[in-house]
């Protein structure tokens, strides 16, 4: 029998939990300004020493193959780019939910973290080929941060994951987030959101963490970069990504047609960048020292 | 036991005994796998998208990733161990194509994807004896040489055989 939690508990497990560093915590914030350029991130990544030194390792490892040696953080940056430094601080600091095993949804050790990038890299290619407004960078830090609330009540779901199938298999759960709400009061997409009000992320990300399979109730100016994870989240899924039992066991919002155009072709172009960028990337992230990224 | 791990896009092939061929959550992906009893030789592709009309360059780098190049780039593969080149005497048995809840016509991409093989697996004159396709979840696979038999897993669900 699984217990039920309520917000309460939800704020116990988020104080248990390491804190933003202030430059990821900055980065954030620099990255949802509409007006913000590179050398804004150069000068918050500057004051953090640990994230300098990654930036360099990850920029000189065997994945980016260069050839001459890039020593100077200006040029690092700007060779990798803006959605990357913000990842890689990110992936650091809240590298232990990232790295959790999701044992409630019977997810492999890292898939929380290789779905979460593959999320990340399809929102931002959904954003791109749909021609959309949003700024690309910004659809792949929020696609990187949508799911950070599986990791705050995957142990409360564990031993569910086959109940939930059979379940939703006899339609007496409408899908794998409605199963997380009727077993134990509390889905991932609120948990996640009370992280996200914790850490004090912009309010577009917390948007996406709390809409994500749900854009149509997200606020009108957050919608579009909402439907855009919504899709790339699919996306990621689609592409045999998930994070573990719960893999495909969304529905789809069909209403992104209203604000997303994104064509059949575009859609297996996504599909194809996601694999390719997926591969490289990972190797990129692997270079920050973690041992199972 | 050795066994030959296939990413997205990869094809490849073995009449090793003992050797397995292994892929790795199909989602809307589709597994093509070949069997030809008579070299005991087993094969199988990992398609990813329907069509290479969207990226020609890419098909030829990967032709694995496309179901209209990458059946034939696995037939070209099997050749090589002395299998018919038009997949003669080989059967077909297909896994993989699920596709998210409520979908639409867009992203049916599972759905596109088996249509696709089989209509490709046609102008060869071949169809699949056993297929596991669609539903919501994402498969794993695993073909045996020595056997031919293929067990398919998912996450907390008991491995089921096709």
Redesign the interface.
């Known amino acids: 029998m699984t217990e039920k939690i309520d917000r309460e508990e939800i704020q116990k497990v988020i104080k248990s939990v390491p804190l933003l560093s202030a430059s990821a915590a900055q980065l954030l914030r620099t990255t949802t300004d509409p007006d913000h350029d590179l050398m804004d991130i150069v000068k918050v990544v500057k004051t953090d020493a640990t994230l300098t030194a990654r930036v360099l390792k990850v920029v000189n490892s065997a994945a980016f193959g260069l050839i001459n040696e890039i020593s100077s953080l200006d040029r690092a940056i700007s060779y990798l780019g803006e959605r990357l430094i913000v990842g890689i601080a990110i992936g650091d600091c809240a590298a232990q939910l990232f790295d959790k095993e999701l044992k409630g949804?019977?997810?492999e050790h890292g898939a929380l973290w290789r779905h979460d990038l593959r999320t990340a890299i399809a929102s931002r290619e959904v954003v791109v080929q749909s021609n959309s407004d949003i700024n690309p960078d910004l659809a792949f830090t929020a696609g990187l941060l949508h799911d950070i609330g599986k990791a705050l009540i995957s142990d409360y779901l564990q031993g569910t994951?086959?109940e939930?199938?059979e379940k939703?298999e006899s339609e007496e759960f409408d899908?794998y987030l409605s199963a997380e709400e009727e077993l134990i009061g509390f889905d991932h997409p609120r948990a996640g959101y009370e992280l996200a009000l914790a850490w004090k992320l912009p309010e577009a990300i917390a948007e996406v963490i709390r809409f994500h399979h749900t854009p149509a109730d997200a606020r009108e100016e957050f919608q579009e970069l909402v439907y855009a994870v919504h899709l790339g989240d699919?996306i990621a899924?689609?592409?045999?990504?998930?994070t573990?039992?719960d893999?495909?066991?969304?529905?789809?919002?069909?209403n992104y047609?209203r604000l997303i155009d994104?064509?059949?072709?575009a859609?297996?172009?996504v599909?194809?960048t996601v694999?390719e960028e997926f591969i490289k990337l990972e190797r990129s992230f692997s270079a920050t020292g973690d041992s199972n990224r | 036991m050795s066994q030959i791990i296939l990413g997205?896009?990869d094809y490849g092939a073995s009449n090793r005994p003992g050797e397995d061929i292994k892929t790795?959550?199909?989602?809307?992906?589709v597994s093509v796998i070949l069997l030809d009893p008579k070299n005991r030789t087993v094969g199988m592709v990992h398609v990813?998208?329907?069509?290479s009309s969207?990226?020609q360059a890419?098909s030829l780098e990967k032709p694995g990733?496309f179901a209209d190049t990458g059946i034939p780039a696995l037939l070209k593969e099997m050749a090589r161990f002395g299998c018919n080149p038009k997949g003669k005497g080989m059967e077909v048995k297909l896994c993989g194509g699920?596709?998210?809840?409520?979908?639409?016509?867009?992203?049916q991409?599972?759905k596109r994807n088996g249509l696709s093989v089989k209509k490709i697996l046609w102008k060869y004159g071949m169809g699949a004896v056993a297929e596991d396709l669609g539903g919501?979840?994402?498969r794993t696979v695993t073909v045996s040489v020595d056997t031919g038999e293929i067990i398919l897993s998912?996450?907390?669900?008991p491995n089921w055989k096709l």
């Not at chain 2, 699920?98 to 992203?107: I, L």
Request: hydrophobic letters at 40%.
């Open positions: 949804y019977e997810g994951a086959g939930v199938l939703i899908d699919n899924m689609m592409g045999g990504g998930g573990g039992a893999s495909m066991r969304y529905k789809l919002d069909t047609t994104l064509q059949p072709d859609l297996a172009k599909m194809l694999n | 997205v896009g790795f959550a199909l989602g809307s992906c990813a998208l329907p069509e969207i990226n890419k990733y699920a596709n998210v809840m409520d979908t639409n016509d867009t992203f991409i599972g919501n979840f994402s998912s996450p907390a669900r």
